[in-house]
């Protein structure tokens, strides 16, 4: 479904990725896992199009997606959840989920309601809040409708990063659940994370970025008990 070939991107003269080859399978949940500053959330901009590719490739569905528009890129079916959720904290939990189905508005408006039943389906807190500015949520609840606002553009590919970040345990718990839900609903995941393990737990495969560079890749049960993924993530080893 997505493959990055020889990618490199960065933000004018610094380059921030260097020729990193991935790919992501249709019905995966694939992890990429990596300390702060490796180019994780740079690599999720490149490939919807806010950061402008330097050279190699991304394809999606067969698509290039590097010389077309972000909205473009979501309107094939690619939708991106934001680091620290990027809510519209003045805008109502309605409005907020109906902004993101705008691209979904353009190929049916009728889809919509659909849509939104089946957000508050996956997260019934925010039924509960529907009319209830976003700025007023929870940090819990605002990832909640950080994911609901993606997907209501109705995306094949949903690419999350750091979807964890600031929240309680018991919450991440949650988040974690609604991930492996959506795979089994039909959806492919590209899974951005510092949680390294419980990124690794319910992934597929996984891909370890470092400054900017693919170290390691494999199933993600094999990087589970990788020592040096152990070593440097996990923060155990093994005996």
């Known amino acids: 479904m997505l493959k990055v070939r020889n990618l490199e991107a960065g933000y004018g003269k610094l380059r921030v990725l260097k020729r990193i080859s991935m790919h992501v399978n249709p019905g995966e949940i694939v992890t990429i896992i990596g300390a702060n500053g490796a180019g994780k959330t740079t690599l999720l901009h490149t490939i919807t199009g806010l950061v402008k590719v330097g050279s190699g490739e991304i394809f999606f569905n067969d698509?290039?997606?590097?010389t077309i528009s972000p909205?473009?890129?979501?309107?094939?079916?690619?939708?991106l959840v934001p680091e620290g959720r990027q809510v519209f904290s003045t805008m109502t939990v309605q409005e907020n989920l109906l902004l993101g189905g705008y691209v979904q508005k353009k190929r049916d408006r009728s889809n919509l309601d659909d849509e939104i039943k089946r957000v508050y389906d996956l997260f019934p807190v925010l039924k509960e809040r529907e009319n209830q500015l976003a700025g007023t949520l929870s940090g819990g609840e605002q990832q909640m409708l950080a994911m609901g606002r993606a997907l209501m553009a109705k995306p094949s590919l949903i690419m999350m990063d750091e979807p964890s970040?600031?929240?309680a345990p018991l919450i991440v718990k949650s988040?974690?659940?609604?991930?492996?839900r959506l795979r089994e609903e039909g959806n492919t995941v590209l899974l951005v994370e510092q949680n390294a393990k419980a990124?690794?737990?319910?992934?597929?495969?996984?891909y370890v970025l470092e400054t900017g560079k693919i170290i390691l890749q494999g199933a993600a049960e094999d990087l589970l008990q990788n020592r040096d993924?152990?070593?440097?993530y996990l923060g155990r080893e093994m005996d």
């Open 63 to 66: 698509k290039n997606l590097s």
């Open 71 to 79: 909205e473009k890129i979501v309107f094939s079916g690619c939708s």
């Open 165 to 167: 970040t600031g929240l």
């Open 175 to 180: 988040i974690f659940q609604v991930i492996i």
């Open 199 to 206: 990124a690794l737990s319910i992934a597929d495969r996984g």
């Open 229 to 232: 993924v152990q070593r440097a």
